[in-house]
């Protein structure tokens, strides 16, 4: 269970030396407790203390990381039922299934197509991380020799998948670096796949029919010293997978049931032969609550969408997702190329900058920061207003850059013109139009 500041602070040396980067123990122990430092800031906190504080602040759904380097996905870490109520940590990793009896010819053509499987949204690169490469074939070496060729092939993050030791065993000698996640132990293989998982300090995923064998199966792994697990709880239907999901969750949370405080692996490919539902099913599971979501095909038109659900669930709702507060040169502007500002809300920006790009008259673009917040509520929130507007227009550097002073604010807040005018008596100020669309005719007008 998660620790309060004042509990913290109990366990703190109290030397108030500032090391840490605060000032006192009391600001640090409060930051600890908000997750806005680590314990390791602290160079006086003994072992023992550390060991207690990280056991008893960690969130009840176990952070892990499966991979390692770029590719590595973090998992878990999750504190809350609802995203408004403080965050959700860290977004489902999308996994597609390869299989060792592929043609060789087909596994190539899914690996070349999930190479280029990235979007740019909001300034963000969002791309599926995972490939789970799936024993089929009964044959260890097989396995073991697919295994290789994919990771010297792709960097991923790897999920290992099939139900014998022996042919795991195998596939962690030519990929144990690579910290796959091993799928899975059963009620059957508890002890041999957790010391597989033990000997090569690898994650391993724990598959039972229902929660009930699946607690059985986690406490038996905790037993042994594991604490990397993932869960499968094997729903029959669309109906359980999503009870399964809500289940664990709230009895981790809630009831502090430790057998079940870790994320869950799912397969919407196993509930419907159909696609298009397949997707359908993983956007659910998205939003209620799979730690990694493995799928049978990956096409951009199936992956886009669900990276783009994960990204808006998974932002930080406290914290509107902001771009850097600078002067912006969209398509080389010249001393003599118009000067729009706007606020660094990242839509704002990205709407903005686009239209002016798309123009293809090259422009200045003036980022205030605002917070995050777009025009008119950084506005209403004195963020936007006209003196702070001066202050970044004198600061920004914007009048050694062009020979004019004229300056296009958005059409939204014309009625601040005067008070800018009068903050910035050197500039006039100019009504862009409402509508980012209308940027383009306006600026046309501008070279015309
Ligand atoms: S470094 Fe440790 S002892 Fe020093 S102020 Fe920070 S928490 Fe206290």
Same mark, same amino acid.
């Given at each position: ?7 913290? +602070? =109990?366990? #703190?040396?109290?030397?108030?030396? !500032?090391?840490?980067?605060? @000032?006192?123990? *009391? /600001? ?85 197509? +999930? =190479?280029? #499987?990235?979007?740019?949204?909001? !300034?963000?690169?969002?791309? @599926?991380?995972? *490939? /789970? ?6 044959d ?9 060729r994919v ?54 995923a ?13 406490? =038996?792994? #905790? ?13 029959v ?12 969750r ?30 359908l ?77 798309s ?13 995050g ?61 409402r ?14």
């Amino acid at each position: 269970m998660a620790l309060s500041g004042i509990e913290i +602070f =109990k366990k #703190l040396p109290k030397k108030n030396c !500032g090391e840490c980067g605060v @000032p006192t123990c *009391l /600001a640090f122990a409060m930051k600890l407790a908000t997750g806005q430092a680590e314990l390791v800031a602290c160079p006086y906190v003994s072992d023992d203390v550390r060991a207690a504080i990280d056991e008893a602040s960690a969130p009840p759904i176990r952070t892990l990381t499966i991979g390692a380097g770029d590719r590595a996905v973090k998992l878990g870490g999750e504190t809350v039922m609802f995203r408004h109520e403080k965050r959700l940590e860290n977004p489902p990793g999308l996994a597609l299934v390869l299989s060792d009896t592929m043609d060789d010819s087909v596994v190539n053509e899914k690996l070349s197509k +999930f =190479k280029y #499987l990235e979007f740019e949204r909001v !300034g963000l690169i969002l791309r @599926p991380q995972m *490939l /789970a490469l799936k024993e089929e074939s009964g044959d260890a070496g097989k396995f073991a020799a697919f295994v290789k060729r994919v990771i010297d092939q792709m960097d991923a993050a790897i999920i290992l998948m099939s139900d014998r030791p022996e042919v795991i065993s195998e596939a962690l000698k030519v990929s144990k670096d690579k910290k796959p996640l091993i799928y899975a132990a059963t009620n059957d293989t508890a002890e041999a796949m957790g010391s597989l998982a033990k000997e090569s300090a690898c994650p391993l995923a724990v598959k039972g029919s229902g929660l009930d064998e699946v607690m059985a199966i986690t406490d =038996k792994l #905790l037993g042994m010293g594991l604490k990397d697990l993932v869960i499968d709880s094997q729903p029959v239907n669309v109906k359980k997978a999503l009870e399964d999901q809500v289940v664990i969750r709230r009895s981790a949370l809630v009831k502090k049931v430790k057998q079940l405080g870790f994320s869950t692996i799912t397969f919407p490919g196993q509930l419907t032969d159909n696609k298009m539902k397949e997707t359908l099913i993983a956007s659910l599971l998205i939003a209620k609550y799979a730690g990694v979501i493995v799928l049978s095909e990956m096409e951009g038109h199936n992956v886009f969408p669900l990276l783009l659900a994960s990204l808006n669930i998974y932002t930080d709702p406290q914290r509107p997702m902001a771009v850097e507060e600078k002067v912006y040169e969209i398509g080389g502007p010249r001393e003599d190329s118009p000067v729009l500002i706007t606020s660094n809300f990242s839509l704002t920006y990205f709407i903005v900058s686009g239209e002016v790009e798309s123009s293809r008259i090259p422009a200045w673009l003036l980022i205030k920061d605002t917070e995050g917040l777009s025009v008119l509520t950084a506005w209403a929130a004195g963020k936007f207003a006209a003196d702070t507007v001066a202050v970044f227009i004198k600061k920004c550097g914007i009048a050694d850059r062009v020979k004019h002073r004229k300056l296009v604010i958005p059409g939204y807040l014309a009625g601040m013109s005067g008070e800018l005018e009068e903050e910035l008596p050197d500039w006039q100020i100019l009504v862009g139009p409402r509508e980012a669309a209308h940027l383009s005719a306006y600026l046309k007008q501008w070279s015309a």
